[in-house]
């Protein structure tokens, strides 16, 4: 297929991403709001009013609701979304897990923000990971064009019959939803054609089921097999929908993770969202003064890339993680990721916590770490705090 | 690559100048990023918001912490904070005031309330003056932002009169911009 110029435009990261999901079509919204997601879905009320999107928008009286409401009208058929952040994601806990544990493909967005106490409206990614293990595939943007971006491969993901699960698209709060920058967006039918119509419908007069029906153990135990087999596959769906989508937009996708400056690179950094680009450049700052550094991206949360992850540690004389969430007495949670997959690997591995609460991180932050690394000056477990 | 910091009060307008400058500069074909910075706003307290512009695309997302260019919606901040912090020594200055007065080495002034006054552009008693704000930083950053494109994304998104009333504040505002001797 020939790539496919869109338009240009300036748009903050939440009307980039409600952008994508009017393209997507959805048919039922549930909407509740909450800082720093509730422009997003401002938006997209306004879609609808002016008539550029045909959609349901149910106002809820909670984020459970918002979850519920939207679970059971995508078990019907139609196209479905909703967004939040923080409070909100765990208010809707779980509904999250039944959306989840059902198979249902559908998407929804998190502005990353801290959670309380102590009360936080700024960034960190402690809402969205603490949704690891509820069988939802979950993908990380690093700028607002990669939001929109994600958001747009999300239901195709969800909806791939080897698939079907929810999909969340995270993106720092603040750092991504409020600030504007440049978005590449593509053409309405070049989306039509890249999504097509839902076939999902669980929800047949003909063919009466139940759902949600207790299951026995040997049966229970069955089911979260298929599930682990599900996000298995989806690892080579998501790379066979973003190398579609590289094709149509001419927008390098890279797949699970991505690896910048990585060929001969000595020492690793690895990170996840906005502050990617940050680390950027600082590896770019270092290797000008002849460090041999790189940098891993983890754009896929869920199902954790081992494999990639796997590969780029190995000869590496060692790595630093930067984290911003964190599990307590244990360590930073992308860390315990990454160091979970370097068993049997001799390559230490160093953890940064940082931008916890929306605490501001600089390139010179990271490069100091990484310095100190290359110098084995580095701790096992530096806060910036 | 430029940095810009927009110091104002909540309610002036300050996120929307950064935004207007941003989609400017995109509209031209170059990169732009606009950061508000989100506290417990309200009316009248200080307000923040951040802008880079480049030919290139822009990799960062940490704040602005030293500024090619500061901003001064309503010069009645120094009062209660230093909008200068973090200037760069080689910075510029644009001050909202009927008063000149040099406050850095490169300082420009423009009135911007009077501008927006004459025009007719006041909400609840307040002198909306981003727009003629928008305007002299306009003429202060040409390597990154044309008169006639901000005026179009002005008028975009103002829509009617008040799109017309905001595109005659940001020329004025670009014409009315004094450096400071």
Redesign the interface.
């Known amino acids: 297929m020939l790539v496919q110029k869109g338009k ?3 748009l ?1 990261g939440n009307h980039a991403v409600a952008y994508a999901v009017k393209q997507a079509k959805p048919q039922v919204l549930a909407v509740f709001p909450i800082t ?1 997601q509730t422009t997003m879905l401002e938006k997209l009320s306004e879609y609808i009013d002016k008539g550029e999107l045909r959609a349901e928008l149910i106002k809820v009286e909670s984020e459970h609701s918002a979850m519920a409401a939207i679970f059971g009208a995508a078990l019907a058929g139609p196209r479905v979304f909703t967004a939040t952040a923080s409070q909100g994601l765990l208010y809707m806990t779980e509904m999250i897990y039944w959306v989840g544990g059902q198979r249902v493909p559908l998407v929804a967005a998190v502005a990353t923000r801290a959670i309380a106490s102590p009360w936080s ?1 700024w960034d960190d990614h402690q809402d969205f990971v603490s949704k690891r293990d509820a069988i939802w595939v979950q993908m990380m943007a690093e ?1 607002v064009q990669d939001a929109y971006d994600i958001t747009l491969m999300a239901f195709r993901i969800s909806e791939d019959p080897r698939v079907m699960m929810p999909v969340m698209m995270g993106f ?1 709060g ?3 939803t ?5 978005v590449e967006v593509l053409p309405d039918s070049v989306v039509d054609e890249f999504i097509p119509p839902r076939e999902f419908k669980l929800i047949d007069f003909d063919n009466p089921l139940g759902i949600g029906a207790v299951a026995t153990p040997d049966n229970y135990a069955k089911y979260r097999k298929k599930a682990m087999e599900a996000m298995e596959r989806a690892k080579s769906v998501i790379k066979e929908v973003m190398a579609n989508f590289e094709e149509i937009t001419g927008r390098k996708q890279y797949g699970l993770t991505e690896c910048y400056m990585c060929e001969d690179a000595d020492y690793l950094l690895v990170g996840m969202g ?2 990617v ?2 680390m ?2 600082a590896v770019s700052r270092l290797r000008e003064r002849g460090k041999k550094v790189g940098l891993l991206k983890i754009r896929v949360f869920r199902p954790f890339p081992r494999e990639e992850v796997r590969e780029a540690l190995k000869g590496r004389k060692g790595v630093v993680v930067f984290d911003r969430a964190y599990s307590f007495g244990s360590g930073g949670v992308l860390s315990l990721e990454v160091k979970a997959n370097a068993y049997g690997l001799t390559t230490p591995i160093h953890t940064v916590v940082a931008g916890l609460g929306g605490k ?4 010179r932050d990271i490069e100091g770490a990484l310095e100190d690394l290359t110098e084995g000056k580095l701790e096992e477990e530096r806060w910036l705090a | 690559m430029i940095e810009l910091s927009i110091k104002g009060r909540g309610g002036q307008g300050v996120v929307t100048a950064g935004e207007l400058l941003v989609a400017s500069s995109i509209s031209e074909g170059f990169y732009g990023q606009s950061i508000p910075f989100y506290g417990g706003e309200r009316r009248g307290a200080p307000v923040t918001s951040e802008v880079r512009l480049s030919k290139e695309p822009i990799f960062l997302h940490r704040r602005v912490y030293n500024p090619d260019v500061v901003a001064v919606f309503d010069a009645s901040l120094f009062s209660v904070m230093n909008p200068l912090e973090g200037l760069k020594e080689n910075g510029k200055v644009l001050m909202n005031s009927s008063n000149p007065r040099k406050v850095w080495r490169e300082t420009y002034v423009v009135d911007a309330t009077k501008i927006a006054q004459d025009i007719g552009l006041v909400i609840a008693g307040w002198a909306v003056v981003n727009t003629a704000m928008v305007g002299a930083l306009a003429n202060l950053l040409k390597e990154y932002v044309d008169l006639d494109a901000l005026e179009e994304v002005v008028k975009e998104e103002f829509p009617g009169k008040l799109g017309e009333m905001n595109a005659e504040a940001v020329s004025l505002g670009y014409r009315g911009v004094k450096k400071v001797d």
């Open positions: 240009v435009l300036a903050v720093p409206i700028n720092d603040f750092i991504l409020h600030t504007m920058e440049r906005a502050w680009g940050d950027r450049v501001d991180v600089r390139p």
